[in-house]
């Protein structure tokens, strides 16, 4: 006998657009100006967030919006669907018809396999027949990525850990990979000229791609607007150009090329995780940038060939975590603050950019540490970073690169979780806190607090300590308690 799912249980309703969407919202795939259908809406929460932001959006659910068309999209979410359905050939039905309805992407989301352990059931097929009487067939991120892959016979991009996009044209694939890559440019400092000065809003356009690329903008790189702002403003873009380069140094713009470079050699590097592209699949812009920055394409592959596989050796790991000019050193890791992360060396970039692949961007997380002993990268969740002078640890996504995995693990309940001394060894020099973590750790270290390390790397070790010197935390500053 069959036993009955109750699968219009599963839907949800949300005060904001799920976390699929949101991410592909941050990622810049979610764009006003695409047209949006939510296959499998449920309640239609998102259809509605996305409709009061201006989004064309539409949406269709077997139980709760059955009557409504199923049409096609640029961007099609297919929502926590397929982890509810038990039939495994009705499952990769779903999918195939989502993709179908994708003019640009589909976004494909599902619970993983950490998630079990809030759940309460017993097994049914592949998957666990919920108390609640609904189905949940939980994944881990590869499996989800190979089945996607599989049953689509397309590849699969990790957006979010239990989040993928699949791209229809291979170009917009290799645009978003590019863009993931972190990017830093040095301070720039404009010398005094009227001209420029007068005019400095107009050319920003200009400026901005040049600071992005390290290259003038080819035809059709620059829209419209901005093009005739320059030209009303200086007469051509070639004298924009020039009268840029007039009021900055060589020097910054041979530092923004050597950036520029290393972002390219990092994408190219990583680009080998999927079925690296041929040229003539990458987009204008980005194929402009690799002709400009090397001899050719082969060139620029074998390049980073050479850095993606020094990331698979472990003396060279470490010889750059300890070379590295941000970050935190300890035995095992070097700890790194996500606003840090495009000041660490290409390699250490690309090591952590492979574990990115598998998992996605974990949006909460703030600290990444990148294992010098074992090829794991975690990422770890300090919602409080910014405002605590102590923060704690609330979550850790950790990839192990060996085998290809991606687990969580959940401080949030613990009475006694990690938290963090010396956050400016964390950050880089340029991080606008850094000179006050600096002084509240010269008046930590004065009063004695770190004279027992092994006792106040958790809270209630940290705690005791304080008390046991006569001291307080207030805000960033150490106060004698009353």
């Known amino acids: 006998m069959t036993t009955p799912v109750a699968r219009h249980k599963t839907a949800m309703s949300r005060a904001a657009l799920s976390r699929p969407l949101a991410t592909a919202a941050r990622h810049e795939i979610l764009q006003p100006s695409k047209s949006v259908f939510d296959y499998g809406c449920g309640r239609g929460d998102d259809v509605r967030h996305l409709s009061a932001l201006g989004f064309d959006v539409a949406g269709w659910d077997p139980n709760h919006r059955p009557n409504a ?273 495009p000041a660490l060396p290409p390699v250490l970039q690309v090591y952590e950019g492979c574990a990115r692949v598998l998992s996605g961007t974990v949006a909460q997380s703030n600290l990444v540490k990148l294992s010098v002993t074992e090829p794991q990268v975690s990422y770890l969740s300090y919602p409080r970073f910014d405002h605590d002078a102590h923060p704690t640890l609330e979550s850790a996504v950790t990839v192990n690169l060996r085998r290809l995995s991606v687990d969580w693990r959940d401080y949030s309940r613990s009475e006694n979780p990690p938290l963090l001394h010396r956050k400016e060894e964390f950050v880089g020099d340029e991080h606008p806190q850094r000179g006050i973590y600096e002084r509240l750790t010269r008046a930590e270290v004065r009063a004695g607090l770190y004279k027992c390390p092994e006792r106040i790397g958790h809270l209630t070790g940290w705690r005791e300590t304080l008390e046991a010197a006569g001291v307080q935390i207030h805000g960033h500053r150490l106060r004698k308690t009353r």
């Open 69 to 341: 068309e199923r049409r096609q999209a640029d961007v099609v979410n297919l929502g926590y669907v397929i982890n509810v359905i038990e039939r495994p050939d009705e499952r990769a039905a779903t999918l195939r018809q989502a993709w179908a309805l994708a003019r640009e992407v589909l976004v494909v989301s599902s619970r993983l396999i950490w998630e079990a352990r809030n759940l309460e059931g017993r097994p049914l097929g592949d998957g666990l027949l919920t108390s609640k009487g609904t189905f949940q067939k939980l994944y881990e991120q590869s499996e989800l990525s190979s089945w996607i892959e599989t049953t689509l016979g397309t590849e699969a991009h990790a957006a979010a850990p239990g989040v993928f996009y699949v791209f229809r044209d291979p170009s917009a694939a290799q645009q978003f990979l590019a863009n993931r890559v972190h990017t830093y440019r040095p301070r720039v400092q404009i010398d005094p000229h009227a001209l420029y000065e007068d005019n400095s809003e107009a050319l920003e356009p200009l400026f901005a791609f040049m600071r992005q690329h390290a290259r003038p903008p080819r035809k059709g790189e620059l829209d419209e607007e901005s093009l005739t702002g320059i030209t009303e403003a200086v007469g051509s873009v070639g004298r924009a150009q020039q009268l840029i380069r007039k009021v900055t140094a060589d020097s910054y713009w041979e530092q923004v090329a050597i950036q520029r470079r290393a972002e390219l050699l990092i994408y190219i590097g990583l680009s080998r995780f999927t079925k690296r592209p041929r040229f003539s699949q990458l987009g204008r812009t980005l194929a402009a940038d690799i002709r400009t920055h090397f001899t050719d394409y082969k060139a620029a592959c074998l390049q980073a060939d050479r850095l993606l596989l020094a990331c698979g050796d472990p003396g060279i790991v470490l010889v750059n975590a300890r070379s590295s000019k941000v970050g935190k050193q300890t035995p095992s890791a070097l700890y790194v603050h996500k606003s840090a992360l």
